[in-house]
């Protein structure tokens, strides 16, 4: 079965300073990828997808996630922190060509950004 | 606008009560979901529908029963609740074309068993 791992329950950085969330896969076919974002009692927003294609993919709020088929991950990274960045970041596969469609998350990992 | 409703936000019970969660789309989506997300806040699947059909049941007890009465209401009705049954239940959907469709949550339920 589809398994992703988040690396880091949480992760503290400064405001200003890089942004760096870990995820790693386990299938042996890359699955669909997504990172989501959740803020305090409100539900999961889409951050950004890779499909296919650039390895390289670019969200909202400046995020951006690369797929390395070669470690199994797809990282997570802003170059500049905000406060406005603190939430919890899940991390989601979809399995490809099955017709399954439920997403496999991660157990999370929550952002704290210091002033 | 809201793309994915849930209702109720809160809903506190007593151990043994039924109780049920609505949710409804306004995507015009044709797969909806219903996500666990744990204490911990660990997300898990539960069930999933396409046009109205169940197509994925999670080793979920019998106690929860989906029902789908058009492509854009999945309702999720809860029998016997227990204490284990606490968590945040996140309705979502997506369009079924492909498993690359990005899912669009509701804001969850947050159940509370006493």
């Known amino acids: 079965a589809q398994s992703v791992t988040q690396l880091g329950s949480h992760v503290s950085v400064s405001e200003g300073a890089l942004v760096l969330l870990r995820c790693n896969y386990s299938s042996s076919v890359p699955p669909y990828l997504f990172w989501y974002v959740q803020y305090p009692n409100q539900g999961l927003q889409l951050l950004l997808k890779?499909?296919?294609?650039?390895?390289l993919v670019k969200g909202i709020n400046g995020f951006e996630a690369e797929f390395k088929k070669s470690e199994t991950s797809f990282h997570l990274t802003k170059p500049s922190a905000h406060m406005s960045d603190a939430a919890e970041y899940f991390c989601a596969v979809s399995d490809r060509d099955t017709g399954r469609r439920a997403l496999t998350f991660g157990s999370g990992t929550r952002l704290q950004v210091q002033p | 606008d809201t793309a994915v409703s849930q209702t109720p936000k809160y809903l506190v019970t007593q151990m043994g009560n039924d109780k049920s969660i609505k949710c409804e789309q306004n995507l015009g989506h044709d797969t909806m979901y219903w996500y666990k997300q744990d204490s911990k806040k660990f997300l898990k699947i539960m069930f999933s529908y396409n046009n109205k059909e169940l197509i994925i049941n999670e080793t979920v007890p019998n106690r929860f029963s989906p029902k789908s009465p058009d492509k854009a209401h999945l309702n999720l009705h809860i029998n016997s609740l227990e204490l284990g049954d606490s968590a945040v239940y996140f309705c979502a959907s997506s369009q079924a074309s492909h498993e690359n469709q990005p899912q669009h949550f509701g804001d969850g339920t947050r159940l509370s068993i006493l």
């Open positions: 890779y499909t296919t294609g650039a390895t």
